[in-house]
């Protein structure tokens, strides 16, 4: 069974940065894309960045010059590294695993972000 298990957020004040993991087990974790999204009070879950199986990345326009996005295929973890953050980037943080016809998540990980 596949598990995704999100660590490394909190509460930060703006401008500083935070790091976010996401450990998977219970399957081929090398095989497939991985991405970051979130969810804010009120609004839709939206993508925040996405990294493909050979490492291609992309971001979305919000965060970008802001957040990487990496992963560890030997560790089966990937890490979302977010600077400068701002208010305006509270949410909760879910992790994805994308597989064809099927996308599982993690529980999620709250950021919040002081001004």
């Known amino acids: 069974q596949v598990q995704l298990v999100e660590s490394g957020g909190g509460l930060v004040q703006a401008g500083g940065s935070l790091r976010l993991s996401c450990a998977v087990s219970g399957t081929i974790f090398r095989a ?3 991405g970051w999204y979130r969810q804010a009070p009120g609004k839709q879950r939206e993508l925040v ?3 493909s ?3 291609e990345t992309n971001y979305a326009d919000s965060v970008k010059g802001r957040f990487t996005i990496s992963r560890d295929n030997a560790k089966n973890t990937m890490y979302l590294q977010m600077n400068s953050l701002k208010p305006e980037d509270t949410a909760v943080y879910y992790c994805a695993l994308i597989r064809p016809g099927r996308t599982d ?9 002081s001004s």
């Open 32 to 34: 497939y894309a991985m």
């Open 49 to 51: 960045a996405r990294i």
């Open 53 to 55: 199986s050979i490492g």
């Open 105 to 113: 998540w993690g529980q999620g990980t709250q950021v919040t972000v």
